[in-house]
């Protein structure tokens, strides 16, 4: 938590997207392009851009998901979060850093495509936070007829399953704030209630438990 959160996320990284930010939009001044913005959404009612920047983001992400899950190299870091045994809300918190720059490269180029600046990711950052810490919080709920639209608890507890069903090898309920694309593209799964299930992957036992480790674990080459 105190690396990932307070470290890497607020202080280096929003240090280094202002700076990355300002440095890409001056190259592309130097090319002659002044604004990027093909759909100007500022005028928008404040909750209407809140919405759209919220299913938008989350569209992303979630097939950003995907991707660490199919992609074997991206897996090695993805793994890190995946070797929790057990669900607690600091589960949420713990990801290897290179998934921020990830995600945050990946989502950078469509939110200022319509007109969404650094600045605006901080309220959607802070609310799909609170999320997070709830899907990971091992407690048994779904929200109720909600649970189309939003990722719960109940939901998220069997994307870290040890086994995945057949069906779905690579992974299912990939769904980061909501869950309406895994029932949209049929990656949603939740056979039972999940409590007690085995969390992880093949050979979790023997993945490192340590910080240090698990930081440089996926850089190692598989033995
Ligand atoms: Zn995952
Ligand atoms: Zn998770």
Do not use: C
Not at 59 to 78: D, G, P, S, T, Y
Not at 143 to 152: D, E, S
Not at 156 to 182: C, E, R
Not at 192 to 202: A, C, V
């Amino acid at each position: 938590m105190l690396f990932n959160f307070f470290l890497f996320s607020l202080v280096v990284y929003n240090a280094l997207s202002n700076v990355a930010v300002a440095s890409f939009n001056h190259v592309l001044g130097i090319m002659g392009i002044t604004n990027m913005v093909a759909i100007n959404l500022n005028n928008a009612p404040l909750w209407a851009q809140f919405l759209i920047m919220l299913v938008l983001a989350d569209f992303i992400q979630w097939a950003v998901h995907i991707m660490l899950h199919r992609v074997n190299w991206l897996w090695q870091f993805h793994k890190v979060h995946h070797s929790v045994r057990e669900m607690g809300f600091a589960a949420h918190l713990r990801f290897h850093w290179l998934e921020t720059i990830i995600y945050k490269s990946v989502l950078y180029l469509p939110l200022t495509m319509i007109g969404f600046g650094i600045d605006d990711f901080f309220v959607l950052h802070a609310f799909t936070v609170l999320v997070g810490h709830l899907n990971h919080a091992n407690v048994d709920i779904t929200y109720g007829p909600l649970k189309y639209i939003f990722n719960n608890p109940a939901m998220h507890i069997w994307h870290h399953a040890k086994k995945m069903p057949q069906s779905h090898p690579y992974g299912i309920n990939f769904g980061i704030t909501l869950s309406v694309w895994d029932y949209i593209f049929r990656t949603a799964h939740i056979p039972s209630s999940g409590k007690d299930i085995e969390l992880g992957f093949d050979e979790v036992e023997n993945y490192p438990q340590g910080f240090v480790g698990q930081v440089f674990k996926p850089f190692k080459k598989n033995e």
